[in-house]
């Protein structure tokens, strides 16, 4: 194997990047024009690119906050992150179009949030991002890649995002999945619900307003620890803006979410639990769509206002996913 090694990134000058427009959704694995929230990908040098970002303020899902101020989404900036890196791989790292991504671990933050209050926006949103991958020797194709990502409005830096990746062609992907069945797996459009999932949780209780938007139900608490079923809608069409053969990875860290800020509300006793500015996890196994599906969430420690919550995610008596969400006070989100 050959790994690229890159320059630092602050050896280049970025380009000016074009707003008018979203990029074509194939770029960005979305089926939904609506889903799209990059604009333009421009090259830096090689291996890496600058991104500009369309931040949409009537979102169905992304939009749907009641924390106050309110601030951008933070699953949307890492949703765009993860857009930015996939359009960025076709176009300048040359892994072809239809190649899947399956992210292994990832770790995300956000500073400077008020920069993030909607409709005080610093400047235009984009992503610059580097790629580190290495390639097989007979072929030249990418196997596993790195990517960083530095997130800003206008001039201000405002997050980082870093993700590991495997690649993996179509046959090779459907070779994994039967590996770790044994049997054919359902797709999100064939099933109207996923297993286990009783009443879910009141919207307000995780930030929400929309009950589509809920991921969770049954939540039990026991001390400084809460457990629910991860119930995602399989008709909301931003976690399942195509057909899926498994719970998204995007999916699981909005029930960590949620999960967090249910942690953090029982703790504190406030009706509003706050911000999530922060990820960092790592997927072990695929979520399957026809096995219930558990997480806890334990509240490990508090800083200033800052809340770090550990979410662990089960299926058939195996965690298969684990999370820790960084939640801060909307209304003093750097801590003042």
């Known amino acids: 194997m050959s790994t690229q090694v890159l320059e630092d990134a602050s050896a280049s000058v970025v380009p000016a990047v074009e707003y008018g427009r ?195 139900a049954g939540p039990e608490f026991d001390g400084e620890t809460v457990t629910a079923v991860v119930a995602p809608r399989l008709d909301n069409p931003a976690l399942f803006d195509h057909a899926y053969d498994h719970l998204p990875a995007m999916t699981l860290v909005e029930g960590a979410r949620q999960l967090a800020l249910l942690a953090v509300g029982a703790a504190t006793g406030s009706a509003s639990p706050g911000y999530a500015s922060g990820y960092e996890g790592s997927f072990h196994r695929f979520a399957e769509l026809d096995v219930p599906l558990t997480a806890t969430a334990h509240r490990t420690r508090e800083d200033g206002g800052r809340h770090a919550v550990r979410v662990r995610f089960r299926q058939d008596d195996q965690e298969i996913a684990e999370l820790t969400v960084t939640v801060v006070d909307a209304a003093r989100p750097n801590g003042s």
């Open 22 to 216: 979203t990029i074509e959704r194939s770029l960005a694995h979305r089926s939904a024009i609506s889903e799209v929230f990059v604009t333009d990908v421009r090259t830096v040098r090689p291996m890496a690119v600058t991104a500009g970002i369309h931040l949409p303020l009537t979102h169905l899902y992304y939009s749907d906050h009641q924390e106050q101020p309110r601030l951008h989404d933070s699953l949307l900036l890492l949703e765009a992150g993860r857009q930015a890196a996939i359009a960025g791989s076709h176009t300048n790292a040359g892994v072809p179009v239809g190649t899947m991504a399956i992210v292994h671990g990832f770790r995300f933050s956000l500073r400077n949030l008020d920069a993030l209050r909607i409709g005080d926006e610093a400047g235009e949103p984009r992503i610059d991002t580097d790629f580190y991958g290495k390639t097989a020797r007979h072929n030249g194709r990418y196997r596993k890649g790195r990517l960083e990502q530095r997130i800003y409005m206008g001039d201000v830096h405002v997050g980082d995002h870093t993700m590991d990746v495997l690649f993996l062609k179509g046959d090779e992907n459907e070779i994994l999945r039967h590996s770790q069945r044994g049997t054919p797996a359902p797709l999100s459009t064939d099933l109207t619900e996923v297993p286990g999932a009783p009443t879910r949780v009141d919207p307000a209780r995780v930030g929400r307003a929309n009950p589509l938007n809920v991921v969770l």
